[in-house]
């Protein structure tokens, strides 16, 4: 069992940034794929970001690509996502995610965190 908690959410003009950080507790954190995942009100949970064990592989979804960042500390069990040039379209719960394996199937990951509000005005 892995649980996972996240900070950093909040409200931010568009072209802003914010860091979104998440904690790991349980098992050994090392072992999973960590990634960011996202959900807005009547839609699908939407893959943003996900870095393999060691950060032996990071993907990006295509809408997030050379403005969002994700890297992770598997001494502090932590995760990151650093958003930059934030857009209104960016605004949604985001949670952070554990998977064993490599996916950017939201339903196919294992463990989620509780979610943290992302606003992006204009």
């Known amino acids: 069992q892995v649980q996972l908690l996240e900070s950093g959410g909040g409200l931010v003009q568009a072209g802003g940034s914010l860091r979104l950080s998440c904690g790991g507790y349980?098992?050994?954190?090392?072992?999973?794929?960590m990634g960011w995942i996202r959900q807005t009100p009547g839609n699908e949970r939407e893959f943003v970001a996900a870095i393999t064990r060691r950060s032996g592989s990071i993907r990006y979804a295509d809408s997030v690509k050379g403005r969002f960042t994700i890297s992770r500390d598997d001494v502090k069990y932590t995760v990151a996502l650093q958003m930059n040039n934030l857009r209104p379209e960016d605004t949604a719960i985001y949670y952070c995610?554990?998977?064993?394996?490599?996916?950017?199937?939201?339903?196919?990951?294992?463990?989620w965190g509780q979610g943290t509000q992302v606003t992006v005005s204009s």
């Open positions: 349980g098992r050994p954190f090392n072992i999973y794929t």
């Open positions: 995610a554990a998977v064993l394996g490599d996916t950017t199937e939201p339903r196919a990951w294992d463990y």
